[in-house]
Structure formats: structure tokens, C-alpha cells
Nanobody, 127 residues
Framework: QVQLVESGGGSVQAGGSLRLSCAVS????????MAWFRQAPGKEREGVAM????????YYADSVKGRFTISQDNAKNTLLLQMISLKPEDTAIYYC????????????????????WGQGTQVTVSS
């Protein structure tokens, strides 16, 4: 298991940018893929972006394609999410998560596939 700690959230105006970080510690060698999820008030948690540990392939939700970029800094054991052109509907608590195993997940952004979660960081986008 790993421990995940998010940071970098904040308040921005629509059209602005933020970069979220997730510090990863523990048995990182068992991670198959990592992802960012978000949860807005009154809504279910939804997947935003996933990165496969074995090669760096990525997968994005349609709602963020072209605006969000997920990446990993292996030297620093950090997962990143660069967000540009932010919209008010991006307002949510953002969580990073890790899944274990070596294969590409059949449902890359299904919460059920992830067993380690951070505590979340708030992102607020005002119009």
C-alpha cells in the first residue's frame, strides 16, 4: 500500500490555471496506475485522468480533454495534474488514487479499481 497526499488546490477565476501535486510514499513498486478523481457537492466522485505506471500512457475524461494533463515525476514520487482553461464546473475536491497490478485497467476511471486514496484538495473556479 502507498500513502497519498495532495496539494496545490486553490481558488482561481474561470480561464485560469492550477497545478495539483500528489506526493506518493510507501511501496510504490506495486502501483499499476494512478489517477485523479474529483467530487463536487451533491455529486458522485468522477474520474478525471489516469496514467499507467508501466510506460506513461494516459486516459482522460471527455470533459477535461485538451485542458488537463496528468504526468508523473518518478524521481520525486509525485503525481501531477496541470489544469488550464478552468471552468466553474471544474469546482470540486480533487483526489489522487492508486491501483495495484500490472495490466491496463478495463475501466480506467472507475473508482472501484483504486484502493489507495489521498485526503483531497479543494479547487474552486469562479465565473
Amino acid at each position: 500500500q502507498v500513502q497519498l497526499v495532495e496539494s496545490g488546490g486553490g481558488s482561481v477565476q474561470a480561464g485560469g490555471s492550477l497545478r495539483l501535486s500528489c506526493a506518493v510514499s510507501g511501496t510504490t513498486g506495486l502501483i499499476g496506475c494512478m489517477a485523479w478523481f474529483r467530487q463536487a457537492p451533491g455529486k458522485e466522485r468522477e474520474g478525471v485522468a489516469m496514467i499507467y505506471a508501466g510506460g506513461g500512457s494516459t486516459y482522460y475524461a471527455d470533459s477535461v480533454k485538451g485542458r488537463f494533463t496528468i504526468s508523473q515525476d518518478n524521481a520525486k514520487n509525485t503525481l501531477l495534474l496541470q489544469m488550464i482553461s478552468l471552468k466553474p464546473e471544474d469546482t470540486a475536491i480533487y483526489y489522487c488514487a492508486a491501483a495495484y497490478g500490472g495490466s491496463w485497467p478495463s475501466q480506467p476511471l472507475n473508482t472501484m479499481g483504486y484502493s489507495s486514496w489521498g485526503q483531497g484538495t479543494q479547487v474552486t473556479v469562479s465565473s
